[in-house]
């Protein structure tokens, strides 16, 4: 019995211990977070075209930057064409004095759909289709434009030839009717006349009675400017152009209408008559192939002509320069002379040519299409365009991209470095410099790298400095300072050179 009630006394303690356990407090549920600040909307980004330096085609891309905003007195436009000008080739190789430096967007003329008026500005509405002037920055999807540079489009023209009218025909116009002073009877030679400005330049001499033009392009773009209005067609790369004009008219010619420089400037104020003018705006002479050539650009400046104002008085002649990314504090004049273009649009007496349209991506070979003197009238860009890839069977294009062809020097001393004796590799090297440069074969080897003990004869990249650039061989600037007599101008001695001149805007 002790043992049984000892038992139930533990028992009935164990249980009274099970209940006295103090039960454990529910959690307290977690307190709600507070809800994340709203993310601030993205700024908006449009595509735009970028020169990112001076050099080749590479060195423009499409990137995406911040959308311009209309601020007070602007307007913004969305871009639906924009005109592609040989100026811009001189801006990409650094021949061109009006840029700012890279990184730049390039583009000064555009046409397309207004989405948004700025502050204090009337005459214009939204969704009206219009054409923009800028000094710069027209390659991109979405502009801001101040409203006077903002001309409405003709209901019959299209964007296309709203991008392709302002530089070429107000240049035009500027030329032929401001200094030229066109009248009826008189004769014009129009350089370049299946580009751009020399397309313009034709109709708008058109518009003057019994005007008679001289204009030159390759043999195979003569039907066209002939139906364009040209009435004597001249193939400069297989006849001296003087030479035709002075068949035709002994006399010469009453205006010249030259964008070349150089030797062709000489040549132009020779064929004048008296009382004729010379109208100079610009320097395709200079421009040679994807790159800035220093050697081409120095014999362009070489036969330069220089001219007193005496001889000018003897002869009765007369020397005019223009470019329209000067007349920035000219508005007004500006405007009343497009408003005059239009009107002759509008009148059905000039319609501009498009050459072709490329999409944003393809800026490299629209300026290629231009630089190979492939177009005839007006090259585009488009934002909305998709790149085009060529057709089946059809040959590709070449590549602006693609890797450039070993130079001379580049190749022969790979050949050289062939050579197993490290003293031949080095008689070898002399040889080849003095073979490109005319010099001694003994002379000082004056490239820095090469003089290294550390640097390995195999690295011809490593040799061709020293050679590469023109510029710093004293043959080279003997070279240049020897093309052209002092008293003789150049007679088309280079027709191949000649070409990029002649057909490049």
């Not at 004009?245 to 010249?256: E, H």
């Not at 400046?301 to 504090?329: E, M, R």
């Not at 001393?413 to 062939?418: D, F, G, P, T």
């Given at each position: 019995m002790a043992e049984g009630g000892d038992a139930a006394t533990v028992a009935h303690e164990a249980g009274n211990a099970v209940q006295e356990t103090p039960k454990a407090e529910p959690e307290k549920a977690a307190a709600p977070a507070e809800p994340a600040p709203p993310a601030e909307p993205a700024e908006p980004t449009v595509r735009t075209i970028v020169l990112t330096g001076h050099g080749g085609y590479d060195k423009l891309s499409v990137q995406q930057k911040p959308q311009p905003k209309a601020g007070k007195g602007?307007?913004?436009?969305?871009?639906?064409?924009?005109?592609?000008?040989?100026?811009?080739?001189?801006?990409?190789?650094?021949?061109?004095?009006?840029?700012?430096?890279?990184?730049?967007?390039?583009?000064?003329?555009?046409?397309?759909?207004?989405?948004?008026?700025?502050?204090?500005?009337?005459?214009?509405?939204?969704?009206?289709?219009?054409?923009?002037?800028?000094?710069?920055?027209?390659?991109?999807?979405?502009?801001?434009?101040?409203?006077?540079?903002?001309?409405?489009?003709?209901?019959?023209?299209?964007?296309?030839?709203?991008?392709?009218?302002?530089?070429?025909?107000?240049?035009?116009?500027?030329?032929?009717?401001?200094?030229?002073?066109?009248r009826p009877g008189k004769s014009l030679l129009v350089h370049i006349a299946a580009g751009g400005v020399g397309w313009a330049a034709t109709q708008l001499a058109k518009t003057v009675d019994n005007v008679t033009i001289f204009g030159t392009a390759s043999a195979s773009k003569h039907d066209a400017i002939k139906e364009n209005g040209v009435d004597h067609p001249i193939d400069y790369r297989?006849?001296?152009?003087?030479?035709?004009?002075?068949?035709?008219?002994?006399?010469?010619?009453?205006?010249?209408?030259?964008?070349?420089?150089?030797?062709?400037t000489s040549k132009g104020l020779q064929l004048l008559r008296p009382m004729g003018k010379i109208v100079t705006y610009g320097s395709a002479n200079m421009v040679k192939g994807e790159n800035r050539n220093l050697m081409k650009?120095?014999?362009?400046?070489?036969?330069?002509?220089?001219?007193?104002?005496?001889?000018?008085?003897?002869?009765?002649?007369?020397?005019?320069?223009?470019?329209?990314?000067?007349?920035?504090?000219?508005?007004?004049?500006?405007?009343?002379?497009?408003?005059?273009?239009?009107?002759?649009?509008?009148?059905?007496?000039?319609?501009?040519?498009?050459?072709?349209?490329?999409?944003?991506e393809q800026v490299a070979e629209a300026m290629q299409q231009m630089n190979e003197r492939r177009n005839i009238g007006k090259v585009i860009l488009s934002p909305e365009k998709e790149p085009t890839k060529p057709a089946e069977g059809d040959a590709a294009p070449t590549s602006p991209l693609k890797k450039k062809k070993p130079s001379l020097f580049r190749?022969?001393?790979?050949?050289?470095?062939?050579?197993?004796?490290?003293?031949?590799?080095k008689d070898e090297v002399k040889k080849l410099r003095a073979r490109l440069s005319g010099g001694d074969p003994n002379i000082e080897d004056t490239d820095k790298e090469e003089k290294k003990d550390e640097a390995p004869a195999e690295e011809p990249e490593k040799i061709e400095v020293a050679v590469e650039n023109p510029a710093e061989t004293d043959d080279a600037k003997a070279a240049a300072a020897d093309v052209v007599p002092d008293d003789k101008p150049v007679e088309n001695e280079e027709k191949a050179d000649g070409d990029a001149s002649q057909e490049a805007n």
């Open positions: 602007e307007v913004l436009v969305r871009v639906k064409a924009a005109g592609l000008n040989f100026s811009e080739l001189m801006v990409r190789q650094g021949l061109h004095d009006r840029m700012t430096k890279p990184p730049v967007v390039l583009g000064m003329e555009a046409a397309g759909v207004i989405e948004e008026l700025g502050e204090d500005v009337s005459g214009l509405e939204v969704g009206q289709n219009v054409i923009c002037l800028a000094q710069t920055g027209m390659w991109r999807e979405i502009v801001a434009v101040p409203a006077t540079n903002v001309f409405i489009m003709p209901e019959e023209m299209s964007y296309e030839e709203g991008a392709a009218i302002p530089l070429s025909y107000l240049t035009a116009y500027f030329m032929l009717f401001d200094f030229g002073n066109l297989t006849r001296d152009y003087a030479e035709e004009i002075k068949n035709i008219s002994p006399k010469g010619v009453d205006v010249v209408l030259d964008p070349l420089g150089g030797a062709d650009m120095a014999k362009t400046l070489w036969q330069s002509t220089s001219v007193s104002p005496v001889s000018l008085v003897k002869t009765n002649k007369a020397i005019a320069g223009f470019q329209l990314a000067h007349l920035t504090g000219e508005i007004e004049l500006v405007r009343s002379a497009f408003q005059d273009i239009l009107n002759m649009y509008k009148d059905g007496k000039i319609k501009p040519r498009i050459d072709s349209v490329w999409a944003f190749r022969l001393s790979k050949r050289a470095s062939r050579s197993k004796d490290e003293g031949e590799k």
